[in-house]
């Protein structure tokens, strides 16, 4: 009898890290200002949640079109999954919806086992499937993404984690959601893209 309750006071101590993953957006700096765990994070598309929308941070990063921008995360709780990187150019209305979430029916209710990464991404998709990892990370992750070559005065860099073996939360289902305000000029001297959608005027 005092087995069972060990086990079952470890598994409750367990649990909790498990159910709930969370990661800070390092570079480019976050819209919001985020704590030591990152939160708010769970509602999309750009984080905040049912009880608590966020504090701005002001913070617009200047950046150039058709250029590399480095994007750093760390994962504050361990969970595996994947990561995606989008952009809006008018709107965080223009953002994509999160992953599709492939799921199992358990007592405790659905599940997820995966989620859809666009291969090859397309825009609003930057980078799609980065850092999927089954263990915990011990070092931020970090990658380089490149910009499309255009202009906006006031871009949203949108940067999700889908959670693999994740119960559906509320709000964000299997996603947590962060995001950056960019100003990108584009470059002059390389070709404009012209797969984004039009700068509203």
Same mark, same amino acid.
């Given at each position: *009898?005092?087995?069972?309750? +060990?086990?079952?006071?470890?598994?409750? +101590?367990?649990?909790?890290?498990?159910?709930?993953? &969370?990661?800070?957006? +390092?570079?480019?700096?976050?819209? +919001?200002?985020?704590?030591?765990?990152?939160?708010?994070?769970?509602? %999309?598309? @750009?984080?905040?949640?049912?009880?608590?929308? %966020?504090?701005?941070?002001?913070?617009?990063?200047?950046?150039?079109?058709?250029?590399?921008? =480095?994007?750093?995360?760390?994962?504050?709780?361990? &969970? !595996?999954?994947?990561?995606?990187?989008?952009?809006?150019?008018?709107?965080?209305?223009?953002? !994509?919806?999160?992953?599709?979430?492939?799921?199992?029916?358990?007592?405790?209710?659905?599940?997820?086992?995966? %989620?859809?990464?666009?291969? !090859?991404?397309?825009?609003?998709?930057?980078?799609?499937?980065?850092?999927? &990892?089954?263990?915990?990370?011990?070092?931020?992750?970090?990658?380089?993404?490149?910009?499309?070559?255009?202009? @906006?005065?006031? @871009?949203?860099?949108?940067?999700?984690?889908? *959670? /693999?073996?994740?119960?559906?939360?509320?709000?964000?289902?299997?996603?947590? &959601? =962060?995001?950056?305000?960019?100003?990108?000029?584009?470059? !002059?001297?390389?070709?404009? /893209?012209?797969?984004?959608?039009?700068?509203?005027?």
């Amino acid at each position: *009898m005092k087995r069972t309750i +060990l086990v079952f006071a470890s598994l409750l +101590l367990v649990v909790p890290a498990v159910a709930r993953a &969370h990661f800070k957006l +390092l570079e480019p700096a976050s819209w +919001l200002v985020e704590d030591d765990r990152g939160d708010p994070q769970k509602g %999309g598309p @750009c984080g905040g949640s049912n009880t608590d929308f %966020g504090k701005p941070s002001y913070i617009i990063g200047k950046v150039v079109g058709g250029s590399k921008l =480095h994007i750093k995360v760390q994962e504050t709780i361990y &969970h !595996p999954g994947h990561y995606r990187v989008a952009l809006a150019v008018n709107s965080p209305l223009e953002l !994509p919806l999160d992953p599709v979430a492939a799921v199992i029916q358990t007592p405790q209710g659905p599940r997820s086992i995966s %989620g859809t990464i666009n291969v !090859p991404p397309q825009p609003p998709v930057l980078a799609d499937g980065l850092f999927y &990892h089954q263990t915990r990370a011990t070092a931020p992750f970090e990658t380089d993404v490149t910009l499309p070559n255009i202009s @906006c005065p006031k @871009c949203t860099l949108q940067v999700v984690q889908f *959670m /693999d073996q994740h119960a559906f939360n509320n709000p964000g289902g299997y996603t947590y &959601h =962060h995001c950056a305000d960019l100003q990108i000029t584009a470059d !002059p001297n390389k070709p404009r /893209d012209t797969g984004w959608p039009a700068l509203r005027q």
